[in-house]
């Protein structure tokens, strides 16, 4: 049994908070009936595990959620560049070298939530943030690059409809990443105000999240 609130109280709030309402959920319970699951599977939960279970049955579960979670923004750029391929359109050698430098950094922050959960890894999930933060101002940089272009008529406002869209996705993907590492680590700390967590964690500005935010920053540096 969990203290103060029970599990779908705690679910709905999860659902009802702008912050954390993309947070996939597993519920975790000792209540097998199909009512029971029903009562969750619709208050959003995206799995429901009975007791008991082994351990990797529930790693398996997991990593599928986040797979989902991950494919669906998969899917929506594999349709925007068949999109652009069907009505001929194709960006700039220069959108072209910032989309591969996002898509790497975007490689990497997937590799290093899903190693920080099956290993249950606070340090590894500690980097994630800084990452995400840089994540954040590389669609930012390219937006600003995008309309820069535009003034020079370098490139069409149909392009541009392309470019926001594929950086919605990324920055989707990306805000699973940091929402996933901030429930790792609030978990160790029997703790799930994430919000609080991320508002400390940002204004604290501790120097192993310097650290990495600069280590991120130098290494997906996007060219002038």
Known sequence: MLPGDDGLTMLSKLRDDPVTEKIPV????AKTTELDRVKGLDLGADDYLCKS??????VSRVKARLRG???SHAINMIEIAQGMEHNSQSFSDSAKDDFSTLFAALTEISGLTVRAFTDN?????MNVEPLEEVIDDLTK???DKHIDRLRRGECSPELGVYLSDLLINCERVSDHC???AVSIIQIAKSSMRSHV?????KAQR?????????SYHEKYRLSA
């Open 26 to 29: 597993i519920i975790i319970s």
């Open 53 to 58: 279970f082994g351990v990797m049955e529930l």
């Open 69 to 71: 979670k991950q494919q």
């Open 121 to 125: 890894n606070t340090e590894l999930a």
């Open 141 to 143: 940089t390219i937006r």
């Open 178 to 180: 940091s929402n996933i």
């Open 197 to 201: 967590y991320l508002n400390e964690l």
């Open 206 to 214: 501790s120097k192993q999240f310097i650290g990495a935010y600069n």
